[in-house]
T-cell receptor, first 115, second 114 residues
């Protein structure tokens, strides 16, 4: 058990809808990262937050947004969903600001299916 | 920019045989290199990482990897495969000296045949 909690584990929704994925980092970790894992794209970095502030941005679509709350949990909001958004979404956390050699701890993911 | 190429999306080995999973990287600055493992229905776990210093890195579960700058490689090996090693393995790279932007490879699924 990595200590990173993601909810829900599975989410089935329709095109055009909006969903929210939730992540609680390991106790004491200040950084949260979101990744998207799909068969054709592999594991893609979306965005990182450190202590409530956006730290780094990857290949995140404009339809997607995230935030990190004062209690350090994070939410990833996906809107105007398309079939291609179907993927496994991982949250990870790390202790510090996210320097390049920090160890990431991953949650078990949220499987999103857009029908 | 940085990238990682994992050769072979699926690798099969017999139980007790050598495991070799290949990873080549590209980075414009000295890299940090990682291997992560993903068991079914779980998130990724760090196996080992190379930052600086000794080029042969030992990780958990008997795995090791060697950083070869001249070959831009970071192959993962284990002398003797166990059934419990069946999983998907991801090589990853990040640029040293900067903030975390880890680029993952597309993964290699390891099958261990009894």
């Amino acid at each position: 058990d990595s200590g990173v909690t993601q909810t829900p584990k599975h989410l089935i929704t329709a095109t055009g809808q909006r969903v929210t994925l939730r992540c609680s980092p390991r106790s004491g970790d200040l950084s949260v990262y979101w990744y998207q894992q799909s068969l054709d794209q592999g594991l893609q970095f979306l965005i990182q937050y450190y202590n409530g502030e956006e730290r780094a941005k990857g290949n995140i679509l404009e339809r997607f947004s995230a935030q990190q709350f004062p209690d350090l949990h994070s939410e990833l909001n996906l809107s105007s969903l398309e079939l291609g958004d179907s993927a496994l979404y991982f949250c990870a956390s790390s202790e510090g600001q996210g320097v390049a050699n920090e160890k990431l701890f991953f949650g078990s993911g949220t499987q999103l299916s857009v029908l | 920019a940085q990238s990682v190429t994992q050769l072979g999306s699926h690798v099969s080995v017999s139980e007790g045989a050598l495991v070799l999973l290949r990873c080549n990287y590209s980075s414009s600055v000295p890299p940090y290199l990682f291997w992560y493992v993903q068991y079914p229905n779980q998130g990724l776990q760090l196996l080992l990482k190379y930052t600086t210093g000794a080029t042969l890195v030992k990780g958990i579960n008997g795995f090791e990897a060697e950083f070869k700058k001249s070959e831009t490689s970071f192959h993962l090996t284990k002398p003797s495969a166990h059934m419990s090693d069946a999983a998907e393995y991801f090589c990853a790279v990040s640029a040293s000296g900067g903030y975390q932007k880890v680029t993952f490879g597309t993964g290699t699924k390891l099958q261990v045949i009894p």
